[in-house]
């Protein structure tokens, strides 16, 4: 691959404001695309519209905007996509991937919660549309996670890609849209792993190469917790050159005090970028920067 074909992104859930767990995973995807002379895209993933706000999209952009983390082009929003996750969703369904499915949350709590079969639920409607997975297992090499074996049907859980009220998934968006853009490599949490065999299952279906993929530590506390809006991370404040080295340091890159703007201090970041540098299992947070990151 040329250095010029590289395209990564950075694909943020406007639910709440960018907080420091989404800064580190911004900075990471930056400085891999930076360092291999690519293209850095963002996009907005608000495609759960009972989740998201307009108002944490454009905080998110401006925040990341004010740390020199700008989109190479304008920002996608995943709502004004629909149309082309319903064609793919189409295609899937003439290939007869797809099956209807009317199961409440009620009936499957007695599964744990998983789809594992195809059901006869589906003479009534709405219904949703769920995605058959065979016992595939997938494997792919993570620059930090090292060799991954995925299994698609461990836990079994045929995962819905259109739901009964109309709104596309997660799973099916993000293949999409990573194919419709180009993205030849993702940065993203580990938290993500989880997800990953069905995207690649989603991919060998439609017939598209999927990109490369590295998974980062996850960010918690000495007390075994995420970092994470559900657990009460902090929005991080604007432009704030303290914060973007700390996170530069959790990613051990250290950027000596004579680079004075968020720009210099990226600059100077990007050589020093270094996936393996990081241990794959997590990014223990001291406690001072723990206590000062969450409410
Ligand atoms: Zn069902």
């Known amino acids: ?29 930056y400085l891999d695309s930076r360092q291999h002379h690519g293209q850095w895209l963002v996009r907005i993933e608000d495609i759960d519209g009972t989740r998201c706000q307009p108002e944490h999209a454009s905080h998110i952009l401006q925040t990341l905007a004010s740390y020199g983390l700008e989109s190479d082009l304008p920002p996608v929003f995943q ?17 007869d991937q797809l099956y209807p499915c009317n199961c409440t949350r009620a009936q499957l709590q007695t599964q744990a919660g ?26 792919l090499h993570d620059a930090i996670q090292g060799n991954l074996y995925l299994s698609l049907a461990e836990p079994a859980n045929d995962p819905v890609l259109k739901r009964k009220d109309g709104y596309f998934s997660y799973q099916l968006a993000v293949v ?7 993205v030849t490599h993702i940065v993203r949490g580990a938290d993500l ?8 299952h989603l991919y060998q279906l439609l017939g598209w190469q999927a990109p490369t993929m590295t998974h980062l530590p996850l960010i918690m506390g ?12 902090k929005p991080i404040p604007m432009a ?8 530069l340091a959790y990613l051990k890159i250290n950027v000596d005090e004579a680079a004075h703007s968020a720009k210099g201090i990226l600059d100077a970041a990007i050589p020093q970028w270094s996936p393996q540098r990081l241990a794959p299992d997590k990014i223990e947070l001291s406690p001072p920067d723990l206590a000062s990151l969450v409410f």
Request: proline share 6%.
């Open 1 to 29: 691959m040329s250095a010029s074909s590289y395209i990564g992104r950075f694909a943020p859930s406007p639910t709440g404001p960018l907080h420091f767990g989404s800064l580190v995973t911004a900075l990471a995807s």
């Open 79 to 95: 709502s004004d996509r629909l149309n082309l996750y319903q064609q793919q969703l189409e295609r899937l369904h003439e290939l």
């Open 114 to 139: 998983l789809h594992p079969t195809r059901c006869d639920s589906h003479t009534r409607l709405p219904h949703s549309w769920r995605l058959a997975c065979p016992a595939n297992t997938f494997h």
């Open 176 to 182: 999409v849209d990573d194919h419709l853009q180009g």
């Open 193 to 200: 792993i989880d997800t990953t065999a069905q995207q690649l």
């Open 222 to 233: 000495s007390d075994g917790r995420k970092l994470s809006k559900q657990n009460h991370a």
């Open 240 to 247: 704030d050159l303290r914060v973007l080295r700390k996170a």
